[in-house]
C-alpha cells in the first residue's frame, strides 16, 4: 500500500466522520445483542479499511462502497 499524505489522510478521516451516521443505520439491527459495542467497533474497522481501497474514479458512491463491505462483515460476525 502506498504511503499517504496528511492531507490524503484527513480527507479520508472526514469521509469517514461524514459516513458515520450511515455505518451506525447498518448496525442498528444488531442493538439487542449484548455485545453491541463489538458490532459496532467491527463495523468501524470495516468501513475504515474498506475506504482506504475506494477509488471515487470508480463511479461507485461511497455509501455503497461501505454498505457493501460492512454488511458481510456483521452477517459474519453476527
Known sequence: ?????????????????????F???????YKTYPNYED??????????ESLLRYNPESGVQVTTWIQANVVPALKGYA
Open 39 to 48: 458490532v459496532l467497533q467491527t463495523a468501524y474497522l470495516t468501513a475504515w
Open 23 to 29: 455505518i451506525n443505520t447498518l448496525t442498528s439491527r
Open 1 to 21: 500500500m502506498e504511503n499517504k499524505t496528511f492531507d490524503q489522510n484527513q480527507n479520508l478521516l472526514d469521509l469517514f466522520n461524514d459516513n458515520m451516521y
